[in-house]
């Protein structure tokens, strides 16, 4: 690491605060668009419209809700253990934003090019799962307890096959540094080399994210609401921004790791559209993509059963990934 | 049964209802769990009890139909078509066979009606949202059908003593040749989409095992039973109205899991468009209401049992007459309250996501079993 | 032959009244009559015989409540109603949950309605009715209690020109009389 001087804070200040505030904006906006496009995704799969009122096309809809919660009384149920209870929500939002930090939308616009981005990003990721903790146990309330400790257990048992999975695409690039891993696939995507990592990256980062068919956190038709059962107002729109902020790690994530980051398509046809948008279009367009896919998902599948979450990944997921790594290993030394 | 509340114990005690997204209505579960296991759970009743038993007794004959609407809200036919047919045993008023044909092709679109939303939402109950709102698609020309028929959407009130209210149209029968042809095009489209998905078959296969010796035990009946390898279906085995004139099977499946149940519901969907078919082609023409029925129905004294087939199974109605206008006593025996009386046995042990699976396999109508 | 198998073995049990209804009017097949005490001998022999218990029921009548136990079977068609009598003012029959476990909600429900102690019954507190509920909705008042002559049905045989029937004829035609009044 770089020694951190005054003059070098004086001329990074600008620049952090910058992001930081593009991030939140970021963040913030693109949790909307999310929203909106969910439930259009939604709408559409099931022979509705979605919001259409607010605006055009129900546009505005979501800003309208999300003010709608902002403006809604923040109630604490008697019983809670109000400091975990309150900081529950901000636990979840922070390492979702922080994340951001070392992200790198193109070659140039990044926050923080960290040499072990990479740790960075799964140091945070994991935090989440103590947000729900507190939210659950915080909430005193059954529902949010069982929420949580299947939170915990889930977490613990998705995290394992995802770092594994992710280790094999660091042998093939030689770093952690995200901006490296990208410009190790000019030539190549990696989820050409790495197709299993690639899809028990995806599966886990789903079941991290607690989408649908892994979404036994929150499982409405059990748990009425899971570990925000007892959250309204903005309480619960934090996490719901939370939520949407990580899935868009997630895809990040997915993106930059095996499909290329900025990049254009290098291979067929694509090699000709490659150079038309710039990188920072090129990432979203893929990120996007892969959040349709997540949330085409949620809304064609039901939930599974707590135990079989659980052996897939102990059983399958973790012993794919470990001999997916292994090969990876000795095909790259040899 | 009854669960005793031990503080000292590492269990907890988690009361899923009355107000809970999976109990459909108003049902209240305490269930004991060892982490997620259940050790022990308990139904508790009564939330929306009405007591129609008492309201037979303080109406004439003809002012309590309308309650049959309400017991049980989704297949409100077959309560009507149970009720009248009590009262017409009673009296020995015969209903002209126009009106047999007309009950039974509304029955059979309102037991569609009912297993379609059973679908919906039993897909719901396992964390699908999609079905749903596909199956109400199809639900919702039911209704429209229904409706311009019957006046209501839900609480039908379309039998009467000696007949129906209102004869069908043809609107309503080209409505309805088209529906079964709508029907049979999605169906295909619900299996290969829920009924082959792996999760959903890991959610349902081998969960909620009702053994046959079980079932007996607990008085289980229709869908639940055929589940668990029984071929009893009333409208085979006690042949009413013109269910002998027409040719259906009962579709039976022995796994005794939530999925067979599941199977034979949607197996069953198909039987009923085979009947409501053959009684369009066989409507005969002539009134749909008998001649000379009294508009005071006062059957002689004694007593009589009607059963029929409801979408969830074998509804009784004990009617005991005391030779005056209102009936002396009049027994509700509802499906559902003998189906979920074997929840506590069958989710013994099991996930609490198992229950949830369980009891949405049941096909569980809260008011019929409050009644 | 289900029926007449039936019968036979309802037959063993002593003492009692057995008759074959008339199915068509009264929708079962077996009326059996028997002692409060006997009803537990029923339920086995009724179990023994793959019957599944449909419900159990009462009327309050006087001076004797009515406990009905409807039974069906899931092979063929045979109906066989169970009646047995016990004193109003304490009204009591032994459980037969023991045997048919669906039984337990029944007599629970039974309980609240009418009152009836279910012997040994392992949890008979309120199931539909409020936990605390002092009343029984379906007791009569004094007034309003019939007796048992009067809602049975006329018997052509036995009872020929019982007052209450008057010219009414037991066949299905009797409905007709409604009209009359």
Known sequence: MEQITTSMLINELPRLILSLVLVIAFVALNALMLVYMERKVAGHMQKRLGPMVVGPHGLLQTLVDGIKLMGKQIINPEEVDLPLFRMAPILALVPAIAVFAVIPFSEKLVARDLNAGLLVVFAYASLSVLAILAAGWGSNNKYGLIGAVRSVAQQVAYEIPMLVSVLSVVLLSHTTQLTGIVNAQKGMWNIVYQPVAFLIFFICSVAETNRAPFDLVEGESELTAGFHTEYSGMGFGVFFLAEYASMVVGAAIATILFLGGWNGPTFGIGGALSGIFPGVLWFLIKVYILIFIVMWIRWTYPRVRFDQLLNFSWKVLLPFSLANLIITAVVTKL | ?371 | MLLSKTKTAIESIFPLEIKEADYARVGYHLEVILDAEKVVSLAKVMMAQGFYLEDVTAIDLNPDMEVIYHYAHTEGCCRVTGRAYTPRHAPEVPTIAGIYSGANWHERETHDFFGITFKDHPYLVPLLLPEDADFHPLVKEDGKVKQLKDIKRAEVKEQAGAPAAGEGKPAPAGGEKGEKA
């Open chain 2, 1 to 371: 049964m009854k669960i005793e509340r031990n503080l000292e114990e590492h269990s907890l005690y988690l009361n899923m209802g009355p107000q809970h997204p999976s109990t459909h209505g108003v049902l209240r579960v305490i269930l004991k769990l060892d982490g997620e296991y259940i050790e022990e759970a308990e139904p508790v009743l009564g939330y929306i009890h009405r007591m129609h038993e008492k309201m037979g007794e303080n109406r004439t004959y003809a002012q309590y139909l309308p309650n049959m609407g309400r017991v049980d809200y989704l297949s409100a036919l077959s309560y009507n078509q149970c009720y009248v047919g009590a009262v017409e045993r009673l009296t020995g008023i015969a209903p002209p066979p126009r009106a047999e044909y007309i009950r039974v092709i509304t029955t059979e679109l309102n037991r569609l009606s009912s297993h379609l939303l059973w679908f919906g939402a039993y897909v719901l109950d396992l964390g699908g949202f999609t079905p749903f709102l596909y199956s109400f698609d199809d639900r919702e020309h039911i209704l429209d059908l229904l409706e311009s028929i019957t006046g209501s959407r839900l609480t039908y009130c379309y039998f009467r003593f000696g007949g129906v209210s209102k004869d069908i149209t043809d609107d309503f029968i080209t409505g309805t040749r088209a529906f079964i042809k709508r029907l049979r095009m999605h169906l295909p489209m619900y299996e290969t989409l829920v009924t082959k998905n792996v999760i959903f078959i890991n959610r349902v296969k081998e969960v909620g095992i009702i053994t046959p010796e079980a079932a007996r035990r607990y008085g289980v009946t229709g869908p639940a039973l055929r589940g668990s390898g029984i071929k009893y279906d009333v409208r085979k085995n006690e042949p009413y109205s013109i269910y002998p004139e027409v040719d259906f099977d009962i579709p039976v499946q022995d796994g005794c899991d939530a999925l067979s149940r599941y199977i034979v519901r949607m197996l069953e969907m198909e039987q009923s468009m085979r009947i409501i078919e053959q009684a369009l082609d066989k409507l005969p023409e002539g009134p749909v209401m008998a001649p000379k029925v009294p508009k005071k129905v006062k059957p002689p004294k004694g007593d009589c049992y009607f059963a029929v087939e409801t979408a969830r199974g074998d509804f009784g109605i004990y009617i005991v007459s005391d030779g005056t206008e209102t009936a002396y006593r009049i027994k509700l025996r509802t499906p559902g309250f003998s189906n979920l009386s074997i929840f506590a046995e069958i989710s013994r042990g099991t996930l609490l996501q198992d229950a949830i699976s369980t009891m949405g396999s049941l096909d569980l109508v809260i008011p019929e079993i409050d009644r």
